[in-house]
C-alpha cells in the first residue's frame, strides 16, 4: 500500500509512520518542521519504503507526487497549547487552507484521507463523558480559539467533501496521548512533568491541579487508527479515541515524581487561560466499530516513556 503522511515528523506521524514501515507499507511522509523534528524522521531514511519530503501543507501538494496513494493521514498541525498559541493565525491557516490542500488531493487520488481531529473540540466541555453527538463549549474569543475552532472547522471541510466531493474521509477526535517520539520541550503535561522529574526541578502543576484529563498511550491511538482508516467508505466519523481512565492533575504528578524518584517537588502555577476542567471520552462508538479499546495502563505507558525521555537526555 502506498501512504501519504502529513506531520510526518510530529509525535503521531513518527509512530505511525513506524508501524506501517514494519508493515512493509512504502510511506512518504511531509512535515514543515514547524514544530517537530529532524530526528524523528531522519531515523527512516535508510528505509528503500520510505520517502520525505520537506513540505508545507498551506501550499499546493498537487504537483509533488508522481504516483497516487491509497491512504493519506493528516497529522499536520500544532498541537499543544504553547505551541498552537504561539502564531494563531499560523494555527487557522494550517487547520483550513492546510487541510483543504490534503482533502483536494486526496479527492483527485481518491485515496481514503483520514483527519486528526481533537477532543478540543468539545472545549470546557459540560457533557462528562464526552459523546461524538456532544456539541462542545468553545470560547471563540478565547486563546485555544485558534485550534479549537480551527479542528471543528476541519471537521466541517471534511464532511462537506465527503458530500459534495465523494472524497473517502473519516474523522477521528484524539484525546490527551503520550509515549515516545514526543518532544520533550513541547510544553504539554506528561513532557514537561517527567522532563522536570528527570532533570530533579520541580514539578509545575497549573492551578489547583483538580482538572482532570484522560491518558492514552500511542501504541493504543496507533491501533485505534488502523482500524478507522480499515472501515468501509460509508464510516467516516467522527469517532473518539481515547483512554477513559480519568485522572487529576495532581493525582498524575504525585505518580511521575514517584517514578522518576528524583529530588524533585511539587509547585504550584497559575492555571492558562479556558483550561478544560475536565475530559474524558465515552468510547462506545469505537468498541462497536473498531472491537477497540486501550489495552495499555497509565503506570506501564509511563515506563516506557520515562525510559524514551531518558535515552534522549543521555544523547
Ligand atoms: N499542566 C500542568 N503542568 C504543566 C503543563 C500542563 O499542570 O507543566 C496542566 C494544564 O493546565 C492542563 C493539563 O495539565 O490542565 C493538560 O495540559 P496539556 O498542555 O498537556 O494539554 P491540554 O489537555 O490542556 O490540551
Redesign the pocket.
Same mark, same amino acid.
Do not use: H, W
Given at each position: 500500500m502506498r501512504v501519504l503522511i502529513t506531520g510526518a515528523a510530529g509525535f503521531i506521524g513518527t509512530n505511525m509512520t513506524k508501524r506501517l514501515l514494519e508493515e512493509g507499507h512504502s510511506v512518504t511522509g511531509t512535515d514543515n518542521l514547524y514544530c517537530s523534528s529532524e530526528r524523528n524522521y531522519k531515523q527512516f531514511l535508510p528505509n528503500p519504503n520510505y520517502t520525505f519530503i520537506k513540505h508545507d501543507i498551506r501550499d499546493s501538494l498537487e504537483d509533488l507526487f508522481r504516483e497516487p496513494f491509497d491512504q493519506i493521514f493528516n497529522f499536520a498541525c500544532p498541537?499543544?497549547?504553547?505551541n498552537y498559541q504561539r502564531d494563531p493565525l499560523y494555527t487557522l491557516d494550517t487547520c483550513t487552507n492546510g487541510l483543504v490542500n490534503v482533502l483536494e488531493l486526496a479527492t483527485k487520488m481518491h485515496a481514503k484521507v483520514l483527519q486528526a481531529s481533537t477532543?478540543?473540540i468539545y472545549g470546557d466541555p459540560l457533557e462528562h463523558p464526552q459523546k461524538e453527538s456532544y456539541r462542545g463549549n468553545v470560547n471563540i474569543f478565547g486563546v #485555544?480559539a485558534c485550534y479549537d475552532e480551527g479542528k471543528r472547522v476541519g471537521e466541517t471541510f471534511c464532511f462537506n467533501y465527503n458530500k459534495s466531493k465523494n472524497t473517502r474521509i473519516k474523522v477521528i477526535r484524539i484525546f490527551?496521548t503520550y509515549g515516545p517520539f514526543m518532544d520533550p520541550g513541547d510544553? #504539554?503535561?506528561?513532557?514537561?512533568?517527567v522532563m522536570?522529574g528527570l532533570r530533579g526541578g520541580d514539578? *509545575?502543576?497549573?492551578?489547583d491541579?483538580n482538572? *482532570? #484529563?484522560s491518558f492514552q498511550y500511542i501504541d493504543d491511538l496507533i491501533e485505534g487508527i488502523i482500524r478507522v482508516m480499515a472501515t468501509e467508505d460509508d464510516f467516516i466519523g467522527p469517532i473518539n479515541l481515547g483512554n477513559p481512565s480519568e485522572f487529576t492533575?495532581k493525582e498524575?504528578?504525585e505518580l511521575i515524581l514517584e517514578m522518576t524518584g528524583n529530588k524533585s517537588k511539587i509547585v504550584r502555577?497559575d492555571?492558562?487561560l479556558d483550561?478544560?476542567k475536565k #475530559?474524558k471520552p465515552d468510547i462506545s462508538l469505537a468498541k462497536e466499530k473498531l472491537d477497540w479499546e486501550p489495552k495499555i495502563e497509565l503506570k506501564n505507558g509511563l515506563e516506557k516513556t520515562i525510559e524514551y525521555f531518558r535515552n534522549l537526555e543521555n544523547l
Open positions: 498541537a499543544s497549547p504553547p477532543s478540543e #485555544r490527551n510544553g #504539554r503535561v506528561i513532557s514537561n512533568m522536570q514539578i *509545575t502543576v497549573f492551578g491541579g482538572q *482532570t #484529563r492533575i498524575f504528578a502555577k492555571l492558562p483550561d478544560p #475530559r
